[in-house]
């Protein structure tokens, strides 16, 4: 049956966990309403030599689960699916811990949070933790859907509202709303970020599996309180609605404006003040060095959030489009293993980077010490001291497997000036901190990338700084 959602309502399904953690995983279920998802998917992974058994499993009375297997063979994995059903409106905090038969001590212990808007049905086939066979295969047939904009606080439709969307990482389009505040457009199955924006509202970005179980999504509004409305004027506006899609280079020049409308805290000036007078788009060369960047990019199993995706490919396209031809970019991704995903390639071909960005997919454990070391061998074949030498580790957490030795080999580059900076994508606070240490090892920064006008500009702006010479006298 098809659904209609509510951006603010809905709950963003996929995660994977395949890492054993001792500490506590927290997953933000968000607001809950009765048309939520409440579940989550998880994928726990055995990299050991030896069979692990789940010995049991303790959860709250309100938290149902599946599991594919209680066995976990070597060099393979297993399914959980965690359900939460709140039974009171309000915040929930629910706690999940499963024994396994390698962890001596201490469980692994899952956070559940989130609020209930909505009461639930007692007898629906909700409340019970949904069968992995019951799940629909999943289309690749596009279907169309209705796309509205309101007002949060009247629930009024918006007209002449601006939509852009993004998919895979690159702008797949910018419509402007008809009279109706809606426009219907034919969308496969996958993540999406809709960016929208309306003179005297605060712009607003929310990202959405769509599924051919959605037919509409409805954005809200909120008004900007800091917006003065001008004096009315009485114009007769035919009641059609007619809804705009804008020629390609309309709708980059739309987006730009819609991500300048956000307010952005500048790492900028807190670093080199000069760089702040010169505009955001100039990477000419009388100011900035030539570029030799390596990106070592966490693709583990964790990252198949479609919106960690997103961010980080929106991130690594946007740097693309400033690349000049003197400037190299590579890109070594890691997992179980680390490999050489795109050999350094001149900013002159960026359909060929673009089209590598694009390929990027998410699987198995975090190896990012071997990650790190692989990174500076691809970066150091185009070393050279009168450029801007980086390796950028993009990651949405902190280094897991064999990187206990990661430091040494960041201390060793940048004694020959080879910058290590660290981009975070939807990173929490604790692992936040460790990697601004890390980047602290080699004379780098810390990025964060939250939400997708960070994606927009932050990477960029850390390549600026890294790169600028300064303003001649």
């Not at 212990?109 to 019970?128: A, H, I, M, R």
């Not at 933790?129 to 606080?153: G, H, M, W, Y």
């Not at 020049?253 to 807190?270: F, P, R």
């Not at 990027?360 to 801007?388: C, F, Q, R």
């Amino acid at each position: 049956m098809k659904i209609s959602l509510i951006i603010w309502l809905l709950f963003f399904t996929g995660f994977v966990h395949a890492q054993q953690a001792i500490s506590d995983d927290v997953f933000e279920f968000g607001e809950i309403y009765t048309n939520s998802k409440r579940y989550i998917d998880l994928t726990i992974g055995n990299s050991k030599t030896t069979k692990i058994y789940i010995l049991r499993v303790e959860h709250s009375p309100e938290v149902t689960y599946r599991l594919s297997s209680d066995l976990i063979s070597p060099d393979s994995s297993v399914n959980l699916r965690i359900q939460v059903n709140p039974k009171k409106k309000g915040d929930f905090n629910f706690v999940f811990k499963m024994h396994l038969s390698d962890q001596s001590e201490a469980p692994v212990v899952y956070q559940l949070n989130g609020s209930l808007e909505d009461e639930l049905p007692t007898n629906d086939y909700l409340t019970q933790c949904p069968d992995f066979n019951a799940v629909p295969v999943k289309s690749a047939q596009p279907s169309e859907l209705t796309i509205r904009t309101i007002d949060k606080e009247t629930k009024e439709v918006i007209s002449k509202s601006t939509i852009s969307i993004i998919h895979n990482g690159q702008p797949s389009g910018t419509w402007v709303t008809g009279n109706l505040g809606l426009f219907k457009e034919k969308l496969p199955p996958g993540f999406f970020y809709f960016l929208v924006s309306k003179e005297g509202y605060l712009t607003k970005e929310a990202g959405i599996y769509v599924g051919p179980e959605i037919s509409e999504i409805t954005i809200p509004l909120s008004k900007d309180p800091k917006y003065d409305q001008p004096v009315p004027v009485e114009i007769e506006i035919p009641e059609l609605d007619i809804a705009q899609k804008l020629p390609e280079l309309d709708a980059e020049k739309k987006l730009n404006e819609q991500m300048n409308n956000e307010q952005v805290d500048s790492i900028t000036e807190k670093i080199i003040p000069e760089l702040a007078a010169i505009p955001s788009d100039n990477f000419d060369e009388s100011y900035f060095k030539d570029v030799n960047v390596i990106f070592v990019i966490d693709i583990s199993s964790s990252m198949k959030n479609g919106e960690k995706m997103n961010l980080m490919k929106y991130s690594l396209n946007q740097l693309v489009s400033k690349l000049r031809p003197n400037d190299d970019m590579g890109m070594v991704t890691y997992a179980n293993t680390a490999d050489v995903f795109q050999a350094p390639t001149s900013g002159s071909n960026k359909e060929s980077l673009k089209s590598s960005i694009t390929s990027l997919k998410p699987s198995g454990m975090t190896a990012g010490g071997k990650g790190i070391k692989l990174g500076y061998k691809e970066v150091m074949k185009n070393y050279d001291p009168a450029k801007a030498n980086m390796v950028i580790i993009i990651t949405d957490g902190a280094f897991n497997k064999d990187s206990d030795d990661y430091q040494k080999t960041v201390q060793k580059y940048a004694k020959k000036g080879v910058v290590f900076s660290v981009l975070g994508i939807e990173t929490r606070e604790r692992d936040a901190k460790l990697l601004q240490e890390a980047a602290a090892f080699g004379n780098g920064r810390y990025v964060s990338i939250q939400k997708l006008v960070d994606a927009h500009s932050n990477l960029t702006e850390e390549i600026r700084i890294a790169a600028f010479k300064g303003i001649k006298k």
